[in-house]
């Protein structure tokens, strides 16, 4: 009768010791307690985890610029006339997209009022240009970028078109993310633009040349989710 009764007291997360001294947790339910073996763990540190959520957006906004003239080139002698370029600041509007990944392409139109030592009433440089820039994502609110690109220009009195040509860019800046969707940005770039030989206004002749701008860029961007990846 008593081995009766200790066979049915028994169980798998029990083991009978001694009379009188309490029983022991069986070592499967103190594995259990102690949780997964080292092996295990490690397993699960190893395992990959899944991806990051990625978006692609259509991204536009405004800059304010400024335009630093560092070289004039061979369009100012002002050994024969007064110089007909100078620094001068103005407006960005561009538009774009930016993929999941680091990649943003664009268009920019800028419009920047030029100093023409007076022989302008309103100079005006215009530019159109296709824009890139590779994000560097560190994890944070604030993101690195390079940016690069080319265009078209036109200069002239208010608006007008005297000469034209050509121009390039290449620079560097910081986005910080104010929300999800709006971003606050710094720009540098150095931008050197050629103008073809006109005549102005005021009768001089310029020649052909190729001026040297360093353009600061003040930016603020919305963007618009377009999927989620």
């Known amino acids: 009768m008593a081995l009766g009764l200790t066979s049915l007291g028994r169980t798998e997360d029990s083991v009978p010791l001694e009379p009188g001294v309490p029983s022991s947790p069986a070592p499967a339910v103190a594995a259990r307690a102690e949780g997964?073996?080292?092996?295990?763990?490690?397993?699960?540190?190893?395992?990959?985890?899944?991806?990051?959520l990625h978006i692609d957006y259509v991204s536009y906004g405004v800059a304010v610029t400024a335009d630093i003239l560092a070289d004039s080139g061979a369009t100012c002698d002002e050994d024969v006339a007064p110089c007909i370029l100078g620094s001068g600041g103005g407006l960005v509007l561009r538009g774009g997209y930016r993929s999941p990944g680091p990649w943003y392409i664009g268009g920019a139109y800028q419009f920047s009022k030029t100093s023409s030592a007076n022989i302008y009433r309103l100079g005006s440089l215009q530019q159109l240009r296709v824009e890139m820039r590779y994000?560097?994502?560190?994890?944070?609110?604030?993101?690195?970028y390079a940016t690069w690109g080319l265009g078209g220009v036109l200069y002239g009195?208010?608006?007008?078109a005297e000469t034209g040509g050509g121009t390039a860019f290449g620079g560097l800046g910081l986005e910080v993310q104010l929300s999800r969707l709006a971003v606050l940005g710094l720009g540098l770039h150095y931008q050197p633009v050629v103008?073809?030989?006109?005549?102005?206004?005021?009768g001089y002749h310029r020649d052909?040349?190729?001026a040297q701008y360093l353009r600061f860029e003040l930016q603020l961007e919305i963007r618009s989710e377009l999927s989620r990846r």
Do not use: C, I, W
């Not at 997964?36 to 990051?52: D, H």
């Open 195 to 202: 103008f073809v030989e006109f005549d102005d206004t005021a």
């Open 208 to 210: 052909s040349g190729m």
């Open 157 to 160: 009195n208010e608006f007008g």
């Open 36 to 52: 997964p073996s080292p092996e295990v763990r490690g397993a699960e540190v190893l395992a990959p985890k899944p991806p990051p």
């Open 135 to 144: 994000m560097l994502d560190m994890g944070y609110r604030t993101s690195p």
